[in-house]
């Protein structure tokens, strides 16, 4: 399949830690890079690549990556960590990308 | 300041044309792609495409091929998104971004706009 499938939504308790997860074939060959938004503001990405986080991203954000599977693990969740999540890769024709439909997190 | 400036928000008619902008600066415009991103009301993000500004080299999502137009001036340091005729369905928010490549395995959106609202209604 050249998409990339994510859950809708999950929430996690303030404190804890929640895996967001991308499927597609396209992952077994290419990294994910992954994009938080908050309402009415621009996406920010928080990981990307093999194991890069960029500067100003807290460390609780962490990537991984295993067969057709890439996750975004926040470890330690804060309250402003919720927000819309998006993974993104190329499709597995190589030539196009595509972002998956995107992770609600909700922080009880 | 690197940063990316969207144009504002437009409204349109259904069958208008429309060009909107997103100029780089802090940075050397012509050695990254700029890409399109859209939102519709209430849903996720799409990939629409992404243009080199130095030779405006040009890729786009197959479901966008035809129906917009990605540009640059690489002169001014802006990219362009444009319509020959707009559609109520193009309703959206508009974001372009930075496109950053490490390696062949990895790309990914480093800088973004703030968005352009497009409303297309009658």
């Known amino acids: 399949s050249s998409e990339l499938t994510q859950d809708p939504a999950v929430s996690v308790a303030l404190g804890q830690t929640v895996r967001i997860t991308c499927h597609g074939d396209?992952?077994?060959?290419?990294?994910a890079s992954w994009y938080q938004q908050k309402p009415g503001q621009a996406p920010v990405v928080v990981f990307y690549g093999r194991n890069n986080r960029p500067s100003g991203i807290p460390d609780r954000f962490s990537g991984s990556s295993s067969g057709s599977t890439a996750s975004l693990t926040i470890t330690g969740t804060q309250a402003e960590d919720e927000a819309d999540y998006y993974c993104?890769?190329?499709?597995?024709?190589?030539?196009?990308?595509?972002f998956g439909g995107g992770t609600k997190v909700t922080v009880l | 300041e690197v940063q990316l400036v969207q144009s504002g928000a437009e409204v349109k008619k259904p069958g208008e044309s429309l060009k909107i902008s997103c100029k780089g600066s802090?940075?050397?415009?012509?050695?990254?792609?700029v890409g399109w991103v859209r939102q519709m009301p209430g849903k996720g993000l799409e990939w629409m495409g992404i243009?080199?500004?130095?030779?405006?080299?040009?890729r786009y999502r197959p479901s966008f091929q035809g129906q917009v137009t990605i540009s640059a001036d690489k002169s001014i340091s802006t990219a362009y998104l444009q319509w020959s005729s707009l559609k109520a369905s193009d309703t959206a928010i508009y974001y372009c971004?930075?496109?950053?490549?490490?390696?062949?395995?990895?790309?990914?959106?480093?800088?973004w706009g703030r968005g352009t609202l497009v409303t297309v209604s009658s």
């Open positions: 802090g940075y050397s415009f012509t050695n990254h792609w």
């Open positions: 971004a930075r496109w950053d490549v490490v390696g062949a395995t990895s790309q990914y959106f480093d800088l």
């Open positions: 993104n890769s190329r499709d597995i024709s190589g030539n196009h990308w595509v």
């Open positions: 396209s992952l077994r060959v290419y990294y």
């Open positions: 243009i080199y500004p130095d030779d405006s080299e040009t």
